[in-house]
């Protein structure tokens, strides 16, 4: 087998053998482009260590030999030899960059004798021994793991002594003394001499690389970023190019474009006189890369030429690592730079126009949860480093906000009234906190999980909420949050960081989101390729028009309850459900039944002829129900009862267990009036819009089935009542019914339900909820540490669990299309519609449409079009 390949015989290809690093060695090389010479030994060399009991086979050993002869006559230098010494480094490169293993060793082939052969060959003494001394730390500390505090004390003992402030100020005579201490702690560390035969060195380096690839470092990265642990890492060994032998020399590193912005701009830095590493320490501050251009025109004008040869090779932007070398330009690295959401865009949209990437490609190179960054405002980088961080909570809901903090609804309510900022405090939010939500800038709560109801609503309203903040203490009473031993009272102002999940102290400055001319391109390339429709999740006129603006191509779930909070009609939805008997309960209805018909229309005539999904009433009903004694009796004494009749019956509609209680469909089979009120309204709505021009065909779902006979009976309600009020109303109007998948059983007996159903929409948050068992609500408490100790991988409310979850959908997808192919709308509605990956599972079951709030339309419209890719 062949494990080890000079420079010249590789390509691009070959990452999984060369890594990355290697292979666009091997590639620049290929294409002509000045790069110091070298071998890479393969990821193949560094599995066989591993299974070779962690040694390197004599086989191998002779590769590199061998490989090492033949760049010692191509050079016509020699590793050790005094005259004229090869230096090498040696880094480590596997097939996807990681950071935790080792990476760069300098200068390799330096001991006391070569050292002095680089000083005469150089006339440089100082530079020998600096060159030296560095080897010696850099290998200690990479190679041997001794830690580099011992060493840097050293220094600063020397710096100290002689009142200097800077490692350049060191004389020879000092660096020639460090080096005698620095090979003595590398005695007592490694209870060995400092290797004094290079290939020792070099045998040795290599080995450190290999063994560096399972350190506890590099397989937490792997573990989280889903690389496998068999890929191996390869090892490049490349001869010393040097920016630090005087005027003429000199080392930077420049991308091809802006990373930040994309504009098509080469941005770069570099040091005269200097390694690498020095650009890195910041001792000295490194120049803006068009100045080189007045420096070293030639070489200036040779890296420009270069830079634009690489991007056009790569047909990507590039970040290129190089080095001067006494008036001679060497490349050291290129790579894919790594760029910001609004960089990516940019730079694909442009590399499209340029006709150096096709459309798909373009899609491939932004990815979907990078757009987040783009749709909402921002803190200032700046602003936000010097903010001081308060605590640290679930990012529920992305975006930044600032404002002085409330701890009730009606109080941010009051204080906005006039403009000013406002932060929604709670323990935990509830429905009756909405309008609080509407008017404050962030939500802010202390208990609750990615799909609390805070998570949820806030997403909805693209408004950024930090939930389930553990670690501040919420009085509501008191009005005070708690920190350790911080206290904030109500009115001082904190900011939130809805993507991170980080509370700050004061108001950070912030900058806003702008939807560019690119952006604008990008997705109308993506609307072309992508095959899965895309709807949203919106119960306003407001939410469903900004989901509109996103993309949104219609409303996969309406849920009605939110409509009954309103102040207007919160006092009848209470008075329908405190009702003793039908008549009464009736009587409620008939005045909840025209708003609500209202807000429907409204909806309709934002979407236009997009479909819209709309929900019947799911939660639990005592959520409706008054919590204070001042509500209670101003609802007794318009209902002409008693208090304590009101307090009996709120008593009786407490459950222990709500979420698994008497809700979704379960509401409509006890209470039909409920059920035949919202059907008169979806369809006297769409009547209504019909007449002005639309043509909506209602769709009609039952949430929370879980039996058959629950359906049937819901179904056989609503069709009853539509058909009568269409055949009343003298005119034709075609609608569907449906139903929430979101019960397991559900799933396992999806056949028989599909061949009532016009449509399902998978409703994940609580299938997960019940297919883990996990409540909802309280799962943030302990999911966090399931996370970080890995017994899950992620949040199942987060990241669809398409091994048990997924495999539920699955399977009601697969008896759906049995029974009735093509002729049933399948969709998904729970908070996992717009999560990327969960997007594409959803595309490879054959969803027909996925839906999710409305901020995160576009990332699964840009998720949708990279499935079929
Ligand atoms: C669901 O359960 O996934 C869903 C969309 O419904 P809700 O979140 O309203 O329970
Ligand atoms: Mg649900």
């Not at 190179?365 to 990078?370: G, T």
């Not at 017994?791 to 949040?795: C, N, Q, T």
């Given at each position: 087998t062949k494990y080890v390949y000079s420079f010249d015989e590789g390509n691009k290809d070959m990452k999984s053998l060369l890594g990355g690093k290697g292979a666009n060695l091997a590639e620049m090389t290929k294409i002509g482009l000045p790069v110091p010479p070298g071998f890479t030994i393969s990821t193949e060399a560094c599995n066989d260590y591993y299974v070779s009991n962690k040694t390197i086979k004599p086989e191998i050993v002779e590769q590199i030999e061998g490989k090492l002869a033949q760049l010692e006559s191509d050079l016509g230098k020699k590793l050790g030899s005094i005259e004229n010494p090869l230096l090498v480094s040696v880094r480590s490169g596997a097939v996807i960059s990681m950071p935790g293993m080792m990476d760069t060793i300098l200068n390799l082939g330096l001991n006391d004798n070569t050292v002095v052969g680089l000083a005469k060959a150089t006339d440089n003494e100082r530079f020998a021994y600096d060159s030296y001394r560095r080897f010696i730390q850099m290998f200690s500390d990479?190679?041997?793991?001794?830690?580099?505090y011992k060493f840097e004390s050293v220094l600063d003992k020397y710096k100290d002594q002689n009142g200097f402030k800077f490692d350049t100020e060191l004389t020879t005579e000092h660096l020639k003394a460090i080096v005698e201490e620095f090979k003595a702690i590398y005695k007592a560390e490694?209870?060995?001499?400092?290797?004094?035969e290079p290939k020792k060195q070099l045998m040795l380096a290599v080995e450190a690389v290999f063994r560096s690839w399972n350190n506890p470092r590099a397989i937490v990265y792997r573990k989280l970023n889903d690389i496998?642990?068999?890929l191996g890492t390869a090892v490049n060994v490349q001869s010393m190019v040097f920016g630090n032998m005087g005027d003429n020399s000199g080392t930077g590193v420049a991308f091809t474009r802006d990373p930040a912005t994309g504009e098509n701009k080469l941005l770069g830095e570099y040091l005269i006189n200097a390694q690498g590493e020095d650009v890195v320490a910041g001792i000295r501050t490194p120049q803006k890369i068009a100045t080189l251009e007045n420096i070293m025109p030639d070489i200036y004008k040779q890296f420009v030429e270069t830079a634009d040869k690489l991007e056009k090779h790569y047909r990507d932007m590039q970040d290129i690592e190089f080095t001067i070398e006494k008036g001679k330009l060497f490349l050291l690295q290129t790579r894919n730079g790594k760029r910001t959401a609004k960089s990516a865009i940019n730079v694909a949209v442009d590399l499209v126009n340029e006709g150096l990437i096709t459309k798909e490609e373009a899609i491939m190179?932004?990815?979907?949860?990078?757009l987040d960054q783009l749709l909402h405002p921002k803190f200032e980088d700046k602003s936000l480093k010097e903010a001081t961080v308060l605590a640290k909570g679930l990012p529920a809901s992305p975006g930044a906000a600032s404002g002085k903090i409330y701890f009730t609804a009606d109080d941010v309510v009051e204080a906005s009234k006039d403009g000013t900022e406002t932060i929604l405090v709670r323990q935990e939010t509830s429905p009756e906190d909405i309008e609080g939500m509407v008017s404050a800038q962030g939500i802010l709560t202390a208990r609750g999980g990615m799909t609390s109801h805070a998570a949820v609503v806030a997403r909805g309203m693209g408004k950024c909420c930090v939930a389930g903040c553990g670690q501040i203490k919420v009085s509501e009473v008191a009005k005070t949050i708690e920190v350790g031993d911080i206290v904030l009272k109500e009115g001082d102002y904190i900011s939130l960081d809805g993507s991170t999940g980080k509370v700050y102290l004061g108001n950070v400055n912030k900058t806003n989101a702008d939807m560019t001319g690119n952006f604008e391109k990008l997705m109308s390339w993506v609307d072309e390729i992508r095959q899965m429709n895309v709807r949203t999740n919106a119960d306003n006129p407001r939410d469903a028009k900004a989901a509109v603006d996103f993309g949104a191509e219609g409303i996969g779930l309406c849920r009605t309850e939110h409509m009954f909070f309103d102040e207007d009609r919160i006092p009848a939805v209470r008075k329908m459900i405190l009702s003793n008997t039908v008549e009464e309960r009736v009587k409620a209805l008939e005045t909840l039944l025209p708003m609500q018909q209202k807000d429907f229309e409204d909806i309709y005539r934002v979407m236009g002829e997009r479909p819209v999904n709309i929900r019947l009433l799911d939660p639990p009903l005592h959520e409706f129900l008054p919590q204070d004694d001042e509500t209670i009796e101003e609802l007794a004494k318009d209902m002409g009862i008693a208090p304590v009749v009101i307090k009996k019956r709120c008593e009786e509609l407490a459950e222990f267990n709500p979420m698994l209680g008497h809700r979704g469909c379960r509401l409509a089979v006890t209470y039909p009036e409920i059920a035949v009120m919202q059907t008169k309204a979806i369809i006297n709505a769409a009547i209504t819009v019909n007449k002005e021009g639309l043509n909506v065909e209602p769709e009609i779902m039952i949430p929370l089935v879980g039996a058959i006979n629950e359906f049937k009976t819901v179904k056989q309600i609503i069709v009853e009542t539509a058909d009568e009020v269409i055949k009343s109303a003298g005119v034709e109007l075609k609608y569907t019914v449906g139903t929430m998948i979101e019960i397991p059983r559900a799933c396992l007996i999806a056949d028989e339900i599909a061949k009532e159903a016009d449509f399902f929409s998978f409703g994940t948050n609580d299938l997960t909820q019940m297919t883990f068992g996990y409540s909802r609500d309280d799962a943030g408490k302990f999911l966090g540490e399931y996370v970080d100790r890995e017994?899950?991988?992620?949040?199942p409310f987060q990241v669809l669990d398409q091994e048990g979850v997924g495999k539920l959908v699955q399977m009601a997808s697969k008896l759906a299309r049995g029974v009735k192919g093509d002729k049933i709308k399948l969709g998904i509605c729970g908070e996992h519609g717009g999560e990327p990956s969960s997007v594409e599972f959803c595309y490879n079951t054959g969803l027909n449409y996925v839906s999710c709030s409305p901020y995160r339309v576009p990332i699964a419209r840009l998720a949708a079009a990279r499935a079929t890719i």
């Open positions: 990479v190679a041997m793991e001794v830690p580099k490694v209870k060995e001499d400092f290797p004094q496998p642990n068999n190179r932004v990815e979907p949860n990078q017994i899950l991988e992620k949040d």
